[in-house]
């Protein structure tokens, strides 16, 4: 075989210890399609998570004093049910959406107290 004739998985050029595939293209995966017309969207400034062995429940509610303790209970308004494995997957795309979130506008303080201005900060303290 000259150097000029094609066979097949075999570069034009090379010799037969040379030989080298032509990269074959691989399907892209298929596309997750998720219906969420029923879907109910609610806000919630509190979570609270519990669980068994076999499974996390997530509370979500409105906390409608979220500086300091509430004066009455905090109405949970959605639960869900996850298993471990969701969770997991859960906590990863939490995880990853956060860090987008802060390379692009800075860390995220989750301590309320170091968020509020002194003058703010001081005043609620002395209503505590």
Wanted: charged content about 20%; some cysteine.
């Amino acid at each position: 075989m000259s150097k000029t004739e094609k066979a097949e998985g075999i570069v034009e050029g090379t010799t037969p210890g040379e030989q080298t595939e032509q990269p074959q293209q691989r399907p892209a995966p298929p596309q997750l399609q998720v219906n969420d017309a029923n879907a109910i969207a609610c806000y919630a400034n509190f979570c609270r998570v519990t669980g068994s062995p076999e499974e996390l429940i997530i509370d979500f509610g409105l906390n409608p004093q979220p500086v300091g303790m509430p004066k009455d209970p905090i109405e949970v308004k959605q639960r869900i049910i996850v298993n471990f494995f969701t969770a997991k997957r859960l906590l990863a795309a939490l995880q990853l959406s956060v860090q987008r979130h802060e390379a692009v506008f800075g860390v995220l303080e989750t301590d309320i107290q170091k968020r509020l201005r002194p003058q703010v900060a001081a005043q609620m303290q002395a209503q505590g």
